[in-house]
């Protein structure tokens, strides 16, 4: 009798060759739960838009560095001088007032506009130990141009400057001078010039200039003192 059951007996077995193995047994299919792999995908999800909303907001807020530039501070161009001083001209020929003036042998630059020319002639208004501070007779301005050298004149108040630069030992007031001629002009000598007939202020005292400095006329309106034209 044959105890093998009925569905075996007709199982046949496969020949053994040798060298040759048996194929193993195929793995058998597990199958996951859904919902784990469901969370897992969401997961994942999540954290890919989180990572990129992250670096977004880096990229946006991040700004360069830049260095800043140090600053350099331009010095203002210094005035010039000749632009602070009054300038006459036949509309505003102002020029000074008569407290600055009170004082004798007090002096005032200006500019004077050369009516033949119209160029404004660099003066000096001087205030005479002699007449009214509100008459023009207590004043005298004139050119500080010489007439016939490229020179300055000069107001030399210093006595010993006199003496010294120019060799004038007799002087008691301040005196006019030209630097390149060693010319002293006397502002309380008037003289009459050569040729015209009219008296002029500052006589010449030493030196060898043919006339004084170009006068500037002169005029007192209330506590003005105005410069009217070049001589």
């Given at each position: 009798?044959?105890?093998q059951?009925?569905?075996?007996?007709f199982?046949?077995?496969?020949?053994?060759?040798?060298?040759?193995?048996?194929p193993?047994?195929?793995?058998?299919?597990t199958?996951?739960?859904?919902?784990?792999?469901l969370?897992g995908?969401?997961?994942?999800?999540?954290?890919v838009?989180?990572?990129?909303?992250r670096?977004?907001l880096?990229?946006?807020?991040?700004?360069?560095?830049?260095?800043?530039q140090?600053?350099?501070?331009?010095p203002?161009?210094?005035?010039?001088?000749?632009?602070?001083?009054?300038?006459?001209?036949?509309?505003?020929?102002?020029?000074a007032?008569?407290?600055?003036?009170a004082?004798?042998w007090?002096?005032?630059?200006?500019?004077?506009?050369?009516r033949?020319?119209?160029?404004?002639?660099?003066?000096?208004?001087v205030r005479?130990?002699?007449?009214?501070?509100s008459?023009?007779?207590?004043?005298?301005a004139?050119?500080?141009?010489?007439?016939?050298?490229h020179?300055k004149?000069?107001?030399?108040?210093?006595?010993?400057?006199?003496?010294?630069?120019y060799?004038?030992?007799?002087?008691?007031?301040p005196?006019?001078?030209?630097?390149?001629?060693?010319t002293?002009?006397d502002?309380?000598?008037?003289?009459?010039?050569?040729?015209?007939?009219?008296?002029?202020?500052?006589g010449?005292v030493?030196?060898?200039?043919?006339?004084?400095?170009?006068?500037?006329?002169?005029?007192?309106?209330?506590?003005?003192?105005q410069?009217?034209?070049?001589?």
């Amino acid at each position: 009798m044959n105890d093998q059951p009925p569905s075996d007996r007709f199982k046949t077995e496969m020949p053994h060759i040798p060298g040759v193995s048996e194929p193993a047994p195929a793995p058998r299919a597990t199958g996951g739960n859904p919902a784990v792999k469901l969370l897992g995908a969401l997961f994942a999800a999540l954290l890919v838009i989180f990572l990129a909303g992250r670096w977004a907001l880096r990229s946006t807020s991040v700004q360069p560095k830049t260095e800043a530039q140090p600053q350099i501070e331009v010095p203002a161009p210094a005035p010039d001088p000749n632009t602070l001083l009054p300038h006459a001209t036949d509309d505003a020929p102002g020029i000074a007032g008569i407290a600055e003036m009170a004082k004798p042998w007090s002096t005032k630059e200006f500019y004077v506009r050369n009516r033949l020319t119209g160029e404004d002639v660099p003066a000096l208004l001087v205030r005479l130990p002699i007449g009214s501070a509100s008459q023009s007779t207590g004043y005298w301005a004139f050119s500080t141009n010489s007439p016939y050298e490229h020179c300055k004149l000069e107001f030399v108040a210093d006595l010993e400057k006199l003496k010294s630069d120019y060799g004038f030992r007799r002087a008691n007031h301040p005196m006019v001078g030209n630097p390149c001629t060693q010319t002293l002009f006397d502002p309380l000598k008037t003289i009459n010039l050569p040729g015209s007939g009219a008296w002029v202020r500052g006589g010449i005292v030493q030196g060898s200039d043919l006339r004084p400095p170009m006068g500037v006329e002169i005029r007192v309106r209330g506590k003005d003192i105005q410069a009217i034209r070049v001589e």
